[in-house]
């Protein structure tokens, strides 16, 4: 008699976890911004939207890109950006060493206009698409080794692989299928589907009749991962954006700390004690 194998399932966030998003994320930021406050002048930078073709430039010339790069691992929505961008202005040198609490504070002084600037920021975004999808979607990379480890988690019986993320759905399906991905992923939970990381997994339980508590989710957000803890078994990543706060913090607080060399090793291991 065949032994019937439970349902496991492995949900991944996908920008900062399998997207190595921050050069889209900085256009569509940047453009958002000079569409609010057109006057807007920066040194180095074209006072004018940036284009795909702009994007080695920014990435290597650009001193606000550094100091955007150093605060975007903080944020958890696109409205965010905009406090990473009015810090980043404001501040001299190539980083800002800022911590959590004071970007938080940051950001309450801009309430007003995050509405505004989430519009705007996903109507950058989708301008990107049209301008060329191909070449949009190559300033989007997978991270060396997702790929692999996704592979072989999607081949292991009886788990289930889906993504659980804050990107449109849309933009979602076109990444991993440029990336060659997208057939490993069973189910998406997109924006459209939750507003919170909890709302998304269990629309994917739902979807899958795999409860909760035989989930593992992998995201770069400490915050996101404390919203489901006691939910699902959490792991962070700590690629990316993750800062060492994060995962010191991560570490003490018992979550699993998965790294790009031995993804499918740690998740493997982590999945494997929800079927003994």
């Known amino acids: 008699m065949r032994q019937t194998v439970e349902k496991t399932l492995v949900a991944f966030d996908c920008d900062g976890v399998i997207f190595d998003h921050i050069g889209e994320d900085f256009l569509?930021?940047?453009?958002?911004?000079?569409?609010?406050?057109?006057?807007?002048?920066?040194?180095?930078?074209?006072?004018?939207?940036?284009?795909?073709?702009?994007?080695?430039?920014?990435?290597?010339?650009?001193?606000?890109?550094?100091?955007?790069?150093?605060?975007?691992?903080?944020?958890?929505?696109?409205?965010?950006?905009?406090?990473?961008?009015?810090?980043?202005?404001?501040?001299?040198?190539?980083?800002?060493?800022?911590?959590?609490?004071?970007?938080?504070?940051?950001?309450?002084?801009?309430?007003?206009?995050?509405?505004?600037?989430?519009?705007?920021?996903?109507?950058?975004?989708?301008?990107?698409?049209?301008?060329?999808?191909e070449r949009w979607a190559?300033?989007?990379?997978i991270y060396p080794g997702v790929f692999e480890a996704i592979s072989g988690l999607a081949s292991r019986p009886g788990t289930i692989v889906a993504a659980a993320t804050g990107r449109d759905r849309s933009s979602t399906v076109r990444l991993l299928a440029h990336n060659r991905i997208g057939r490993l992923f069973e189910q998406i939970a997109a924006?459209?589907?939750?507003?919170?990381?909890?709302?998304?997994?269990?629309?994917?339980?739902d979807l899958t009749s795999v409860p909760l508590e035989r989930m593992v989710y992998v995201d770069d957000k400490l915050t996101n991962l404390q919203?489901?803890?006691?939910?699902?078994?959490?792991?962070?990543?700590?690629?990316?954006?993750?800062?060492?706060?994060?995962?010191?913090?991560?570490?003490?607080a018992g979550f699993e700390i998965v790294r790009l060399p031995t993804l499918y090793q740690q998740i493997d291991r982590l999945l494997t004690r929800l079927t003994v």
């Open 28 to 133: 569509c930021a940047y453009n958002a911004l000079l569409t609010l406050f057109p006057e807007t002048k920066v040194p180095g930078l074209p006072s004018r939207n940036l284009g795909l073709e702009d994007i080695a430039q920014v990435r290597h010339e650009s001193a606000l890109f550094a100091r955007f790069r150093s605060l975007a691992g903080f944020c958890l929505r696109a409205e965010e950006y905009y406090t990473v961008l009015d810090l980043s202005l404001s501040r001299d040198g190539n980083g800002v060493s800022i911590g959590e609490k004071e970007f938080q504070e940051a950001g309450k002084n801009a309430q007003e206009l995050h509405h505004q600037f989430r519009e705007e920021f996903y109507k950058a975004r989708s301008l990107l698409q049209e301008q060329a999808l």
């Open 138 to 141: 190559e300033i989007i990379p």
């Open 191 to 205: 924006r459209e589907n939750g507003d919170t990381k909890l709302e998304q997994l269990t629309y994917l339980s």
């Open 227 to 252: 919203e489901i803890e006691g939910q699902v078994i959490p792991a962070l990543a700590d690629w990316g954006l993750t800062s060492p706060q994060d995962i010191e913090k991560g570490r003490q």
